[in-house]
Antibody
Framework: QVQLQESGPGLVKPSETLSLTCAVSGYSISSGYNWGWFRQPPGKGLEWIGTMYHSGSPYYNPSLKSRVTISVDTSKNQFSLKLSSVTAADTAVYYC??????????????WGQGTMVTVSS | EIVLTQSPGTLSLSPGERATLSCRASQSVSSSYLTWYQQKPGQAPRLLIYGASNRATGIPDRFSGSGSGTDFTLTISRLEPEDFAVYYCQQYGSSPPSLTFGGGTKVEIK
């Protein structure tokens, strides 16, 4: 059974960097699929942050591209998100997920349970 | 950038009724690239339909997806109590690769 688990600080100060990790169990990241990050501000809809293949270049939401870095650590079977210069607008539940290939529209079949990150001083 | 508009914003129905949810794209979208999710309060989204009409593993056959071009539909043939939730459509854009979501449709108990 594939499981994903996000971890990281629940509170980040404005202008600092948000860092989250997604630990994957039940499937080896290096075996395939794409791996992505999403977020959902309180009471609002879903937003894609970025996606990467285990051995390829990441793709980012253009609106966040200048502040986002996604990386994969196959030795630990996990991938990470860094979002710099955060503001209150970055307050959201952050989800990681496993995504199909492009031929299936990057549909996300497994999701983490989500972690709430609040940006506040 | 392709914009997805979901309608209605809220659908009030009774268990056993049929639900028809719309997702309209601002430009033509390949059917292969259209996805539907269900999300309940406090939970992560759940994949329902990918490639516009392919049910994900374990999804009951009362859920079906259809459409092409700019108009896509998610149909729930007979609403069960557990189907009351928010539904999102998602489209994949290939140049450059990206994802966008619709604003969601809430299906609530009438």
């Amino acid at each position: 059974q594939v499981q994903l688990q996000e971890s990281g600080p629940g509170l980040v100060k404005p202008s600092e960097t948000l860092s989250l990790t997604c630990a994957v169990s039940g499937y080896s990241i290096s075996s395939g699929y794409n791996w992505g990050w999403f977020r959902q501000p309180p009471g609002k809809g879903l937003e894609w942050i970025g996606t990467m293949y285990h051995s390829g270049s990441p793709y980012y939401n253009p609106s966040l591209k200048s502040r986002v870095t996604i990386s994969v650590d196959t030795s630990k079977n996990q991938f990470s998100l860094k979002l710099s210069s955060v503001t209150a607008a970055d307050t959201a539940v952050y989800y990681c997920g496993r995504q199909f290939g492009s031929s299936s529209g990057w549909a996300c079949d497994y999701w983490g349970q989500g972690t709430m990150v609040t940006v506040s001083s | 950038e392709i914009v997805l508009t979901q309608s209605p914003g809220t659908l009030s129905l009774s268990p056993g009724e049929r639900a028809t949810l719309s997702c309209r794209a601002s430009q033509s979208v390949s059917s292969s690239y259209l996805t539907w999710y269900q999300q309940k309060p406090g939970q992560a989204p759940r994949l329902l339909i990918y490639g516009a009409s392919n049910r994900a593993t374990g999804i009951p056959d009362r859920f079906s997806g259809s459409g092409s071009g700019t108009d896509f539909t998610l149909t729930i043939s007979r609403l069960e109590p557990e189907d009351f939730a928010v539904y999102y459509c998602q489209q994949y854009g290939s140049s450059p690769p990206s994802l966008t979501f619709g604003g969601g449709t809430k299906v609530e108990i009438k």
